[in-house]
């Protein structure tokens, strides 16, 4: 097989070209001023945004949980399914994504508003309505409607994968149904829960217009700070470092999130 | 459980689904709010039809999105394959060369790029180098790392020896790729690719600094009507574009299951006689 | 196996010709690149004028359209270049920018002689004082929308009213920090074009203290949220008003006491332009009195043009809203291009009103702030190496068994 290798050339000069490069536009912004000279500045005053960085991690990371115990039992169903059954509910999961994540999102906002769908049919029951919006657990709704079928898909792969016969030797062995799921199941979906969880994180951190929407007049996250650098601030270089700061946050996240697989299990669809 | 799990993954399928109808449903209302129904109207898709702007950027978006996903799949199945047959230290310096594009901030990636393109183009000496091929190469920049991280599981799943014989039985590594390896990993590439699909159409984002005015997509569009409210006529375009890929995607899932009962048929002779290996 | 390739390859096959479709059919004639705001010309909708192509008609020049959400992001696309436009209309402020920066050409006036229609009013602007970049598209006035339900009208006429506590949470402000800076500075005295830091940082302290009150800043769905009375009052432009009220009688529009931003949007021509002449001829176009008076009718801001309200229905072209008086039009007040640094201490000043950590005094808290970002990186740091050490005494102990 290991002749193969240079089968991935032509990936690895692309990347090189249209990723690599502009990853190093990104540092040299991130380290200079708007005149060109180098500086630290940028980099220094990320601390001044700690508390927005500390707040897009933490919304991030309640969204993939929220994903992953929701995502798990539809996922365990779907993998149960015959094959044909499999194909069709893993399309209409896929297909929500396909369509305008911006129209979905005020599609939401219709939705959850003081005078917006969901209240109208309260009051036409005659409840009390209620204030579903503009609070943080709005913009987490947002998160997870938007990013819950990169949840699922890698979740269903790895459960697929699971040999049933593993299963039933537990059975064989006296296993009730919890059992079989805490001591076979569940410990080897472990890489599909870490793919899972890495595939909403990742873009849930750095997501903008989620929160503007859906969010309070201080539900702020640094997708929309860093968007408003390059549109509207005219702050490349405070941009960039930003964006240097999440991706660092980022890794560091995976990282650790990885060391509990104990290998490099690489993220699966 | 069980019904517990079939009644669940329904919620969750609901959950999903519940904006979609929100849309379809003001798509027919007579009034400009999403939130309120006034009446029904088939106004809107008489007005989609009629104002020519929309149906063209629609249909770029879906050149760029089959194009670009078809250019990422193929590149990054090769890729893939490659990948696999690295040694650990390697593999493990291009995943996370694969990782960037994904957890750069898209704005960021969109700004880079274009900013990489327009110094291309100064040195081609044009000055309108944004437009198409920009577009495609943005897109299938950002599609790759989905399409690897599809087929690469698969590729570690399927058995080594497949190919190894196929070799040994005469095949060219051509054949062996064509005749043996792309079945075992056909469902990865097929996500890959539907993967890829679906994140190159509704991308507005990287596309808004990468498109060139004479080739414009449909998301980049809507993301500018910010200082107006949206006309009614997007929700009605937004529930046909949903209806065509429902129709495409059933199609496929329909034909791939004729593929399926083939593939199984032929594997139940291959069985009953092994000798009859033919290369 | 088969049929999926024929499907794909059918795909393929109509793909390529969709791609090839425009290329075959827009070979011959001149085409200029017009890059607009979203949603800013009429193009045919609900039976109103298709202005492109009564262009294209006119003139037999191609338009090829595209549009903008910001003056930001369509300075940025110019700036970072690869592409080139013939006409853009952009805001005032950002011509100003655009002509301090070189990036626009000079106009041949004798190529646009229905220049001739445009009221003096809005020639010699500040951001043009020569006219010789820019020629008027639209211009509105920013005030106060409000719905007379539940906004007591005494409370009506002055900027505060976006400050009042009566209607906590019902109100909404600008998701811009120019026009929400503009709007606390008004309230103020202060000067709207204001480059001292001072003055920022005390409009910013006063926009501080109407952030509990804010339901949301907004800019497109401020149309939805008073439609529906989602919010009671909120800052907009006057042409946008005009259309909320058609949906809902209700709302009303009051000029504030104080001054108000008055806003010029313009076309000009950037540098790189590939063909001046068709470009000074869409410039003209849209200067026809006939065809302006359709167009703005249709957006419903106003026309700089005594002569193109004549076409219009007589009740829009007097509405008091569109077209104010001269003692209120002599509150207005435009905005001058601002230098970068101004707007970038107003956009860290802005972001800290929103997040509402507005510091009394930067300094302190930004060391404070970094002190304990180190702290939690080294945090995060010994996590990371007690797992992974953890990690590599379980595959010791997995090794041993």
Request: charged share 15%; proline share 5%; aromatic share 12%.
């Amino acid at each position: 097989m290991r002749r193969s290798t240079w089968l991935s050339g032509p990936y690895i000069l692309w990347m090189a070209i249209f990723t690599i490069i502009p990853l190093g536009v990104v540092v040299w912004f991130a380290f200079t001023d708007g005149a060109g000279h180098f500086t630290l500045d940028n980099v220094l005053r990320l601390g001044d945004y700690l508390p927005i960085f500390l707040r897009s991690v933490w919304m991030a990371l309640a969204a993939a949980l929220i994903c992953l115990v929701i995502g798990y039992p539809a996922a365990y169903y779907i993998a149960g399914r015959s094959p044909m059954a499999q194909r069709f509910l893993y399309m209409l999961i896929m297909l929500p994504m396909c369509m305008s994540f911006l129209l979905r999102t005020l599609a939401w906002v219709a939705l959850l508003e003081d005078t917006g769908i969901i209240n109208g049919f309260l009051e036409a029951l005659g409840f009390t309505p209620l204030h579903l919006i503009r609070n943080d657990g709005a913009v987490i709704l947002g998160m997870v409607y938007n990013y819950l079928p990169y949840m699922i898909l890698p979740l269903y792969t790895v459960l697929l994968k699971i040999d049933p016969r593993l299963i039933e030797a537990a059975q064989d062995l006296g296993c009730t149904g919890a059992q079989v799921f805490q001591k076979v199941t569940l410990p080897l979906s472990v890489p599909g829960i870490v793919s899972g969880f890495t595939m909403v994180f990742v873009p849930a951190i750095s997501t903008f217009y989620i929160s503007q929407k859906l969010g309070s007049t201080s539900s702020i996250l640094i997708g929309d700070v860093i968007e408003s650098q390059f549109k509207g601030a005219y702050n490349f270089n405070l941009g960039a470092a930003m964006s240097l700061g999440l991706m660092v946050i980022v890794f560091v996240c995976t990282a650790v999130m990885h060391r509990f697989t104990g290998d490099e299990e690489v993220v699966t669809l | 459980m069980k019904w517990f799990n079939k009644g669940f993954t329904g919620l969750v399928l609901l959950f999903l689904y519940i904006p979609m109808i929100v849309l379809a449903v003001a798509s027919f209302n007579t009034g400009t709010s999403v939130s309120s129904f006034q009446g029904f109207t088939l106004e809107q898709y008489g007005e989609l039809f009629r104002d020519g702007t929309l149906l063209p950027l629609l249909a770029n978006s879906l050149i760029v999105a089959v194009l670009s996903s078809l250019c990422a799949t193929v590149l990054g199945t090769a890729a893939a394959m490659g990948i696999h047959a690295m040694g650990q230290r390697s593999r493990r310096l291009v995943m996370t060369m694969t990782n960037i594009p994904m957890t750069n901030p898209e704005i960021v990636t969109g700004v880079s790029l274009a900013l990489l393109f327009a110094f291309i183009g100064t040195l081609m000496k044009v000055n309108d180098i944004l437009g198409f091929t920009t577009l495609l190469i943005a897109h299938i920049t950002f599609n790759l790392p989905y399409v690897i991280l599809s087929v690469t599981p698969k590729l570690s799943q399927m058995d080594p020896n497949l190919r190894e014989a196929a070799l040994d039985l005469g095949c060219t590594p051509f054949q062996a790729f064509y005749k043996v390896v792309i079945h075992e990993i056909l469902p990865g590439i097929i996500s890959g690719a539907l993967m890829a699909f679906t994140m190159s159409l509704d991308d507005f984002v990287i596309s808004y600094f990468v498109y060139g005015p004479r080739f414009v997509t449909l998301p980049v569009e809507i993301y500018n009507y910010t200082k107006k409210p949206l006309h009614p006529k997007i929700y009605a375009l937004f529930t046909l574009l949903f209806l065509v890929i429902l129709l495409v995607m059933v199609a496929m899932n329909l034909l791939q299951a004729r593929d399926e009962k083939h593939k199984a048929a032929a594997k139940r002779a291959l069985r009953g006689g092994r000798r009859s290996v033919q290369v | 196996m088969k049929s999926m390739k024929k499907f794909l390859a059918f795909l393929c096959a109509a793909v390529l010709l969709c791609a090839c479709l425009p290329l075959s059919a827009g070979a011959e004639p001149v085409t200029i690149t017009v890059y607009n705001w979203g949603q800013y010309i009429s193009d045919g909708t609900d039976g109103y004028i298709d202005v492109n192509a009564a262009f294209t008609e006119a003139t037999g020049i191609e338009v090829n359209y595209v549009t903008f959400d910001s003056n930001e992001t369509m300075y940025t696309r110019l700036k970072t270049g690869g592409s080139s436009y013939d006409v853009i209309i952009p805001s005032d402020y950002m011509i100003g920018r655009l002509i301090a920066e070189d990036m626009l050409e000079e106009l041949n006036f004798d190529n646009i002689p229905n220049y001739q229609y445009i009221d003096e009013a809005y020639k010699n602007t500040s951001y043009d004082p020569e006219n010789k970049y820019s020629v008027p598209y639209t211009w509105g006035t920013v005030g106060i929308i409000y719905n007379t339900k539940y906004v007591d009208e005494a409370d009506v006429g002055s900027w505060d009213l976006l400050w009042n506590e009566k209607y906590s949470g019902k109100i909404l402000m600008f998701d811009n920090p120019r026009d929400a800076f503009a709007a606390a500075e008004q309230l103020l005295g202060i000067d709207i074009n204001t480059e001292s830091s001072e003055d920022l940082r005390a409009a910013a302290e006063k926009l501080a203290e109407q952030q509990p009150l804010v339901q949301q800043y907004v800019m497109d769905q401020i149309y939805d949220k008073m439609q529906n009375e989602e919010a009671w009052a909120a800052p907009y432009y006057a042409g946008d008003y005009l259309m909320m009220v058609e949906e809902n009688p209700d709302l009303a529009f009051s000029f504030p006491k104080e001054g108000f931003n008055l806003f010029i949007d313009a076309m000009c021509i950037p540098k790189g332009c590939q063909n001046k002449e068709a470009a000074e001829a869409y410039i003209n176009f849209l200067c026809d009195p006939e065809i302006c008076a359709q167009n703005l009718e249709y957006l419903g801001y106003s026309a700089p043009s005594t002569a193109a309200r004549e076409y219009m229905d007589p009740e829009s072209a007097s509405n008091p809203i569109a077209y104010p008086s001269e003692d209120i039009l002599a509150l207005g007040e435009s905005f001058n291009y601002l230098p970068t640094e101004v707007n970038q201490e107003m956009d860290s000043l802005w972001l800290e009103v929103k997040t509402g950590s507005l510091s009394p005094e930067s300094g302190g808290s930004q060391n404070m702030a970094l002190y304990i970002a180190i702290a939690a990186v080294v945090v995060l740091v010994v996590v990371f190496l007690l797992i992974r050490g953890s990690q590599k005494k379980k595959k010791a102990n997995r090794g041993t068994h």
